[in-house]
């Protein structure tokens, strides 16, 4: 309804676990990693768990994307089944064949281990994943845990994934568990969305959907949204949904912090929830102000009791307690300078990302900076994100900032450096804490990248030629092998797997794609792709 509204080709905040969506958090990284090498592991089990909504299952969509073709899925998506229902069930999933009207457990895994017998001898594997494994009862997981018994000398022949929410923990803790527990080869438990995350995953969504105008979520909005979410993604999409939907209704360009609560309460569908606190009575607030100042009176007596150690103890002499300075935490912020406008503090800005480059800037040129770039062999990169996303990349970049009247102006992050960042912005260099980068920007970045000799886009299965061998080149240095012979190379499953390989360790969509982001992390891995926004050979 509000997609033609808004500019948006798709709805940005479906429910649904499509990947072509996921947005790749650090937990989210982590928890794909962990299923890939369980995968390759050969093991039997794999384990993911997590609170509702946190995208266990958009991450195990994820995974299947990159599964080879001969993998044999099947998926039990409502687990409360006895053990003659759950092995029915496998059964009809892989296209197992059983007698009709069959009710016994023992012909139904005959027949299962028959089909898993002969699996390898077709070159497929099979892989079980079982969603909402919490419901499983124990009958129904020992039984699935002798599934697992059959095995070759190199491998089990069914793999099993299970995702669940917390309690699957416990319930594998348990003594009477504990041999299906020991065969769990990867686990991992995925937590919610940071507060950078969170405003990084709607910028994301929004951008997928195809959003080309301003932020559609005020500053306001947007910090009550971790708030009110807690950072989990199906919280925050039902929210975000609600709230272009209010906004569209009331003829509004964006939601602001008003729209947001309202939609949040109509989600919620309570007129006070929990996170909407309402005053507490003047005497309780007076009790909690008494026993604030009581405990605070108790720790700092504690404090005075404790001898303070000396320098000595310490392994610092006087001389060199001297010589340290104190380490204060930059002042500056991203304040507009006086004076700025947004074309003046945009041609500054991107003057400054030139000459990071070292490409000179002649003002009597009329081109674009991107049209200037071009023109050196690099490529303009305009995306929406967060911090992460811009330290994954690499790259310094112009970064679109809001002042407090909600004017865009523009500066440029030129280097990161543990938790300070260098920002060159009208006439003036900063340092800044990148603590405070959020209060003024929302997402917005362009940088330039290197673009590799033969570039045109998408490789087609089968491409040859000097970019699919600047690919394996780097792969090479990355991976430490030799390079393969150049007559043999060829953008196929097997250079799809390297790639996938290297875009999970860079924290990308694992899709064997080389893509902008996968060149640049690729030439970044390798000193190939020009400057960069955190110095690693300083860090080490």
Request: aromatic content about 8%.
């Amino acid at each position: 309804m509000y997609k033609e509204y808004f500019g948006l080709k798709e709805n940005p905040f479906s429910i649904a676990p499509d990947p072509h969506y996921f947005y790749m958090s650090k937990g989210h990284r982590e928890a794909l990693a962990h299923l890939v090498y369980g995968i390759n592991s050969d093991g039997g089990f794999i384990l993911i768990t997590g609170e509702v909504g946190t995208g266990k299952t958009t991450v195990c969509r994820c995974l299947l994307e990159q599964l080879p073709e001969n993998a044999e899925i099947a998926f039990i998506l409502n687990p409360k089944l006895t053990v003659e229902e759950l092995l029915a069930t496998i059964c009809d999933e892989f296209g197992i064949s059983y007698p009709e009207g069959n009710k016994s457990n023992k012909v139904f895994v005959s027949a299962i281990y028959e089909y898993l017998l002969h699996i390898p001898e077709k070159g497929r594997r099979a892989i079980l994943i079982i969603e909402e494994a919490q419901n499983l009862s124990m009958e129904v997981l020992e039984q699935i845990r002798l599934l697992t018994n059959l095995e070759t000398s190199q491998r089990k022949l069914l793999q099993i994934i299970l995702l669940g929410q917390p309690e699957l923990r416990k319930m594998l803790a348990q003594s009477q568990l504990r041999q299906l527990s020991q065969r769990v080869t990867a686990r991992y438990h995925l937590g919610p969305l940071s507060k950078d995350e969170t405003f990084e995953y709607v910028n994301h969504r929004l951008s997928v959907a195809g959003l080309n105008r301003g932020q559609l979520f005020s500053k306001g909005a947007m910090k009550h949204l971790f708030r009110l979410t807690g950072g989990i993604p199906r919280l925050i999409n039902l929210i975000c949904d609600r709230a272009l939907l209010g906004a569209y209704v009331q003829g509004k360009d964006h939601v602001d912090r008003k729209t947001l609560m309202t939609a949040a309460r109509e989600v919620y569908g309570k007129e006070d929830p929990q996170w909407m606190i309402k005053p507490a009575h003047p005497a309780l607030w007076a009790f909690f102000i008494i026993l604030f100042f009581a405990a605070l009176t108790v720790s700092y007596f504690n404090w005075r009791l404790q001898p303070f150690p000396s320098l000595k103890s310490r392994g610092i002499s006087q001389k060199q307690f001297a010589a340290t300075p104190i380490q204060e935490p930059p002042s500056a912020d991203l304040e507009k300078p006086i004076g700025g406008t947004r074309t003046g503090t945009r041609n500054m800005a991107y003057r400054a990302l030139l000459s990071q480059w070292g490409i000179p800037v002649n003002p009597r040129d009329r081109r674009t900076p991107c049209e200037q770039a071009i023109e050196k062999g690099l490529q303009c990169l305009n995306e929406k994100g967060g911090l992460s996303d811009l330290q994954r990349l690499n790259k310094p970049a112009v970064l679109t900032l809001v002042d407090g009247k909600g004017e865009e102006y523009f500066a440029a992050i030129l280097s990161i450096q543990d938790h300070t960042a260098t920002f060159a912005i009208g006439n003036e260099t900063r340092k800044v804490d990148i603590r405070k980068i959020a209060s003024w920007w929302l997402g917005e970045y362009t940088l330039f990248w290197k673009v590799p000799s033969n570039y045109k886009g998408k490789l087609d299965q089968g491409s040859r030629g000097p970019l699919v061998a600047w690919i394996d080149q780097q792969l090479s240095i990355v991976q430490g092998r030799p390079a393969k012979p150049k007559e043999k190379l060829l953008y196929n499953e097997p250079m799809k797997k390297e790639i996938r390989a290297f875009q999970i360790t860079a924290g990308l969509v694992p899709d064997g794609i080389m893509g902008p982001r996968t060149i640049i992390c690729l030439a970044n891995a390798t000193d190939a792709g020009g400057p960069t926004l955190i110095n690693k050979k300083r860090d080490h």
